[in-house]
């Protein structure tokens, strides 16, 4: 399958590890121009050190608060003068403390709100004269919780439903550009942020990471969690030309661990 990604630009938020970084990865081994950008920029540099030399494209990497309008101003202009005019843009952002409702003040709802959905929405915005030029990808990053709560993650639940409701509204808006929307929600990911999960899990029951992620396991048809590169080639499959009618959807990637229709 040709996904003809080798030249493309792609700007991967929250990229410096994780999800971001497993995704940023798989586009750069397919020849994409690659920038990377978190807040934590030592992070970002190592991360482009292991990036560079796995295709023929370039990557860059600048560090962004995706909170602050400015930055992300800044963020884009850096990426149209390194790499070029952005053909894809993959939205992704750490989630939000865990907890029950009452924990949580209007502080806390803002600033989940601001990073998780907020934030996706500005970063649209910013790149939709490049992508209005000549079509493109818009790959938003949420959760198995669009389909499924997860106990103890009302902040999630309640912002990655919202990204869902966002990119489906621009599936049709930004159709006739032939700019394509769609959503990828991880389920169990070998990431830190589902091991500290795992560990608030735990800590709760008065059981140890590893009682909690064998309980874990066997809630999920394939026995496992999955691997960051196994859900990064979704992301690129879906970044890529061999995705062209494919829009306004919402993938689940997580062994089947979801039982929903």
Not at 6 to 20: E, F, M, N, W
Request: proline residues 4%; aromatic residues 6%; charged residues 25%.
């Amino acid at each position: 399958m040709e996904l003809n990604l080798a030249g493309k630009v792609a700007l991967v938020i929250a990229s410096s590890q994780g999800l971001g970084k497993a995704i940023a990865s798989e586009l750069a081994k397919e020849g994409a121009h690659v920038m990377l950008t978190s807040r934590n920029e030592d992070k970002l540099q190592t991360a482009r050190e292991e990036l560079k030399g796995l295709g023929k494209g370039k990557v860059s990497y600048f560090p962004c608060d995706i909170t602050k309008p400015d930055e992300i101003e800044t963020l884009f202009l850096k990426t149209n003068e390194e790499l070029g005019k952005i053909d894809i843009l993959v939205n992704n952002a750490g989630g939000p403390p865990g907890g029950s409702f009452e924990k949580f003040n209007d502080e806390d709802w803002q600033n989940a709100f601001e990073l998780n959905l907020l934030s996706y929405v500005r970063l649209i915005k910013a790149a939709l004269p490049d992508l209005k030029k000549d079509g493109g990808r818009i790959i938003n990053i949420a959760s198995s919780s669009i389909k499924t709560p997860i106990p103890g993650l009302i902040l999630s639940n309640t912002f990655r439903l919202g990204v869902v409701g966002l990119a489906k509204s621009l599936a049709e808006e930004l159709a006739p550009y032939n700019i394509l929307v769609n959503t990828v929600a991880p389920g169990r990911i070998a990431t830190d942020r589902v091991a500290f999960l795992d560990q608030l899990k735990a800590d709760n029951q008065g059981k140890t990471r590893e009682e909690v992620e064998e309980a874990s396991k066997k809630t999920i048809p394939l026995g496992r969690y999955g691997n960051p590169e196994e859900f990064a080639k979704v992301v690129a499959f879906l970044a890529s030309d061999a995705s062209s009618f494919i829009t306004g959807t919402s993938l689940l990637v997580d062994g089947g661990m979801v039982k929903a229709i």
